[in-house]
């Protein structure tokens, strides 16, 4: 009755409201007056040369349109719900992460599911999800624009470490401000820039630290601190392998911040996509 009803509405017309609606004049009229009787108002005012909208009509007309949208869009959502995902999925990742652990977790969702496409995008800079098609991006720490959903997948650290060798050259701080008389490597991704942060037994702390080398990305910052450059800030899982086999050594442990989450980022939808939907869903399990 409301197809009928927006029909007639934008038409103006029950014989082009039947046309849009493969069916006859009689019938859209009955559904018409069958939605008249229903709320006990007259919708449409007709003579033999047009039909046009009461003043009621005209109010309920936009809460019917906005209605049928909805409808339509559920209808979607329930009818993708049974379908395998399918088509192409754009993925934005941080560079070191999307090389470390992404890309294997991808080639699964791809062996899983052979009708998605993935584009990775792999870089350390804040993709635009909107202006570049992005479908989903991985994002760590904090999360500040309020438009898009965010998924939390798992979570890591922020960790400081240094080589050995300059550990035993240089000292090993132990408290945050002694960073202040030593070489810092500076990965100038983070938006905290050369603020680095602690936890302490007095609260949150931060230091400005210096240092001679910096660079956009993790794995070169990494490089840095294993040829003994300095100290380095960087998430857990660029030197996690490192530490274990001792080729860099913590820092300052007693002060790591708090674990930092991860998450999948996508732009706010009242029915997400099913190919979205089973990429967050499996990425939550594998990188857990």
Known sequence: MMNAYVAVAETKSFTSAANRLGTSPQLVSKYVRTLEDQLGAQMFIRSTRNV????????????????????????????????????????????????????????????????????????????????????????????????????????????????PQYIMTQGNPEKPSDLLSHDCIIDSNYRFGTGWRFAGPDGPERI????????????????????????LLSPEYVVADDLEAGRLMPVLKPFWPESLGLFAVYLENRHLSTKVRVFVDFMRSALR
């Open 208 to 231: 400005d630290v210096k240092g001679r080398l910096r660079a956009n990305s993790a794995s070169a910052a990494r490089r840095f601190a294993l040829k003994d450059a300095g100290i």
């Open 52 to 163: 046009r909208l009461t003043e009621t009509g005209a109010a309920f007309l936009d809460k019917c349109t906005q209605l049928l949208e909805d409808f339509n869009e559920l209808t979607a959502a329930v009818r993708n719900d049974h379908r395998a995902p399918q088509g192409k999925l754009t993925v934005a990742a941080p560079a070191t992460y999307g090389e470390l652990y992404l890309a294997d977790a991808i080639a699964d969702f791809a062996l899983t599911f052979p009708q998605v496409q993935i584009d990775l995008r792999l870089s350390d800079r804040y993709a635009n999800l909107m202006d570049e098609g992005i479908d989903v991006a991985i994002r760590i720490g904090d999360l500040e624009d309020s438009s898009f959903v965010a998924t939390r997948i798992s979570e890591t650290r922020l960790t400081y470490s240094a080589s």
